[in-house]
């Protein structure tokens, strides 16, 4: 069985610039949730979602979006990127229950310079 | 908001040695789940705990959630190289809506 692809693995951006990234979950999990993880916040989680239906928002700005396509696919973007935005993003995928572990993708680094 | 609060965030130590890390949170927590991350690689789901007072064991390694569920430890006996990374505690909460302390980091010398 694959595990959770995220693509790209690393990508390098101007202050300005927006980027999507693209996560694709496990085959039959419908739950997919990304997360920041930053030397000095850890992982801070984003938004979770399920079904095409984004279920659970963390406390980040509205330049943080994403969506979630009917194969369960999904994409997070970042508008008007700025420095602090570099990082690892983590996406998440969980099958189906209640309260099930996630599995992670390798994630993409992001620079913003 | 919720919080999860991770201990110690750095722990060194020698091969063989034992190593504990713990999770507080301010309010009770559903289920706690651990992961562990290597270095340059993603968090990989280890146990979930959900009854109070639970303990359960993986070889080396043995998870606890306490009594009143707002806190839980990950003790690893006898250290080894393989085990160098960082661990987290993540509380499940509403499904997808995952806090994770800070994690400890552990470096073991060989």
């Known amino acids: 069985k694959a595990g959770v692809t995220q693509t790209p693995r690393y990508l390098i951006k101007t202050r300005g610039q927006q980027v999507t990234l693209s996560c694709s979950p496990i085959s039959g999990h419908r739950s997919v949730s990304w997360y920041q993880q930053t030397p000095g916040q850890g992982l801070q989680f984003l938004f979770e979602?399920?079904?095409?239906?984004?279920?659970n928002k963390g406390n980040f700005p509205g330049r943080f979006s994403g969506r979630q396509f009917s194969n369960s696919r999904s994409e997070m973007n970042v508008s008007t990127l700025e420095l602090g935005d570099s990082a690892l993003y983590l996406c998440a995928s969980s099958p189906p229950g209640l309260n099930t572990e996630a599995f992670f993708g390798q994630g993409t680094r992001l620079t913003v310079v | 908001g919720q919080q999860v609060m991770q201990i110690p965030q750095y722990q060194h130590v020698q091969e063989g040695e034992d190593f504990t890390t713990y999770c507080n949170s301010s309010t009770t927590l559903s289920n706690i789940q651990w992961y562990k991350q290597r270095p340059g690689g993603h968090p990989v789901f280890l146990i979930q705990l959900v009854k109070s007072g639970e303990v359960k064991k993986q070889k080396r390694l043995t998870f606890q959630f306490g009594e009143a569920k707002k806190n839980s430890s990950l003790h690893i006996t006898a250290t080894q190289t393989t085990d160098v990374g960082t661990y987290f505690c993540?509380?499940?909460?509403?499904?997808?809506?995952?806090?994770f302390g800070k994690g400890t980091k552990l470096s073991v010398k060989p």
């Open positions: 979602y399920f079904s095409e239906t984004q279920r």
């Open positions: 993540m509380n499940g909460g509403s499904q997808g809506n995952l806090i």
